[in-house]
T-cell receptor
Framework: NAGVTQTPKFQVLKTGQSMTLQCAQDMNHEYMSWYRQDPGMGLRLIHY???????DQGEVPNGYNVSRSTTEDFPLRLLSAAPSQTSVYFCASRKGQILEAFFGQGTRLTVV | GQQVMQIPQYQHVQEGEDFTTYCNSSTTLSNIQWYKQRPGGHPVFLIQ?????EVKKQKRLTFQFGEAKKNSSLHITATQTTDVGTYFCAGPRSGGSNYKLTFGKGTLLTVNP
């Protein structure tokens, strides 16, 4: 099993550009989430999904969109990149509500 | 909203010394999880605690869940350089839903060999 796969690993964007961070898992997990990690801030939840077709906002959703058309994929879209979105982004998946989360390798995004 | 507070933010120890990080919640948690993130890596699950007063051990690591299920700790005995990393606790959002897994800010452990 590949687990949780994120692409790309690194990305540099110009302010105002849009892009999609990809996340795929092959473990048939129902729950998927996107977090951003900034120095001293821990992991903050952006959006999450409890199954195909169902998404909801986390703590810091502004500037990001998600969709969940399949169980496997949970892409994160930056609509108009801003320097404040410079961060490391992690996708995570879980089989059930109280089970462990598996994280992808992360995407390091820089917005200039 | 409910937050999971973690202290200390940083801890530097000499190899062989013990280390403890604490996690506190303003509300009762149904469960708490602990993760480790190596420098440049991604968080990796260590353990989950569910029962009040629960204590679990993994080699030199001891995890505790408070009697009131509002706090938890991770203790490492005789640290080694391989223990370097950031340790996070995580719990579900208040209101009963376990969908949102909320992380503390983490404790960065550095070990001087």
């Amino acid at each position: 099993n590949a687990g949780v796969t994120q692409t790309p690993k690194f990305q540099v964007l110009k302010t105002g550009q849009s892009m999609t961070l990809q996340c795929a898992q092959d473990m048939n997990h129902e729950y998927m989430s996107w977090y951003r990690q900034d120095p001293g801030m821990g992991l903050r939840l952006i959006h999450y999904s409890v199954g195909a077709g169902i998404t909801d906002q986390g703590e810091v959703p502004n500037g990001y969109n998600v969709s969940r058309s399949t169980t496997e994929d949970f892409p994160l879209r930056l609509l108009s990149a801003a320097p404040s979105q410079t961060s490391v982004y992690f996708c995570a998946s879980r089989k059930g509500q109280i089970l462990e989360a598996f994280f992808g390798q992360g995407t390091r995004l820089t917005v200039v | 909203g409910q937050q999971v507070m973690q202290i200390p933010q940083y801890q530097h120890v000499q190899e062989g010394e013990d280390f403890t990080t604490y996690c506190n919640s303003s509300t009762t948690l149904s469960n708490i999880q602990w993760y480790k993130q190596r420098p440049g890596g991604h968080p990796v699950f260590l353990i989950q605690l569910v029962k009040s007063g629960e204590v679990k051990k993994q080699k030199r690591l001891t995890f505790q869940f408070g009697e009131a299920k509002k706090n938890s700790s991770l203790h490492i005995t005789a640290t080694q350089t391989t223990d370097v990393g950031t340790y996070f606790c995580a719990g579900p959002r208040s209101g009963g839903s376990n969908y949102k897994l909320t992380f503390g800010k983490g404790t960065l452990l550095t070990v001087n060999p």
